[in-house]
């Protein structure tokens, strides 16, 4: 009885083993992921009515499926969203958050990330003359704007001179060129994607840069370089310093857009092998410059991100929501092709 006991003990835990995949007893099957997104943050929650970084992609490919939550993710939203091979994850805003959820997630035993596509997405700054808010970008190279050395102007001996200066010691880290097959590939794709502005938001610009062609054109997607601060600037000094760190590095395209976490997240891709398969996906939703009589302190004394996305400051104007949808579009466009085996 006892012997007979033990062998049905023994086939129960093998059958177990089996029907779970695991090629030892009790190991669990990976959740296979086809796609990572990351968002960095959503005004209100993911169910509010609010319109912020996340909420397109999680009602379209995760809403509805498993969640999990994730060791060591961000503090406020530790929670990977899942569904038919699709991950969404916010990673919370800013370089440390950004690379310790990243890490994070993809440390996570309990997924499968080998055949994984990442998407880092959300919102950003844009650059004079090259851009306007609610065009989409495709990153091709991702620039830190921190590492190295910057001086207050009033410290220099030549007051006009640039601010920042360059340390090769930090390379390493300040540059990710992200991959170029990849990158053209997802442009090629989406190059023609029909993206759009609104009436407010062109007579904004018009107002704002005294009726330059450039900046009352269709928003369209493009190509270029994206820069990462931790902290949130803005004017034309910062940008030129921008435009110089591109040209440092020599970066394939010009710069574009300025974020808070793309240089973290393509650092921690960087070190763990898997830049071939890593795009970022921003879009523009105010410039970074100031603009309409704003100052930093009518700005930013009381600002908040609920102005941005509200449309009620002086950054914006109604551009918030559109700009998303647009970026989404174009993100819907390279995952759906990445999901029929197309991409």
Known sequence: M?????????????????AQGGSEVGVLKKIPIKVLILPKW??????????GEARF???????????????????????????????????????????????????????????AYIISTGCAGSATEQTVMGDVFIVTASADYDLGHHADYRDLENKEGPTWFHDSAYDGSSIVYLSTPLTDRA??????????????????MAAAFDGAAWAIRDPKVQ??????????????????????????????????????????ISVTLKRLGLLDR????????????FMMGATPESLWTTGSATDLVSGE???????????MENNFKVGKVIIDAILDGTF
């Open 2 to 18: 006892k012997k007979t006991l033990l062998l049905f003990l023994i086939l129960a835990v093998c059958t177990l083993a089996f």
């Open 42 to 51: 959503e005004e209100g929650g993911l169910e509010s009515s609010l319109t």
């Open 223 to 264: 190509k270029g370089t994206m820069v990462t601060s931790d902290n949130y600037w803005k004017g034309y000094y910062n940008e030129s310093t921008a435009r110089q760190i591109v040209q440092t590095y020599n970066c394939p395209d010009p710069y574009v857009a300025d974020d808070m976490e793309d240089i973290a």
């Open 313 to 323: 400051g002086v950054e914006s104007a109604d551009i918030f929501p559109v700009s």
């Open 57 to 115: 992609y999680y009602n379209q490919y995760v809403k509805g499926g498993e969640t999990y939550k994730i060791d060591f993710g961000d503090a406020e939203e530790s929670t990977l969203y899942v569904k038919d091979g699709v991950a969404l994850y916010l990673t919370g805003v800013g370089k440390v958050n950004a690379a310790i959820s990243t890490f994070a997630v993809l440390s996570d035993e309990r997924f499968d990330f080998s055949n």
């Open 278 to 289: 890593y795009l970022i996906l921003r879009v523009s939703v105010n410039m970074d410059v």
């Open 187 to 204: 442009y090629e794709l989406t190059k023609n994607v029909a993206i759009k502005t609104t009436e407010k938001t062109r007579s904004f």
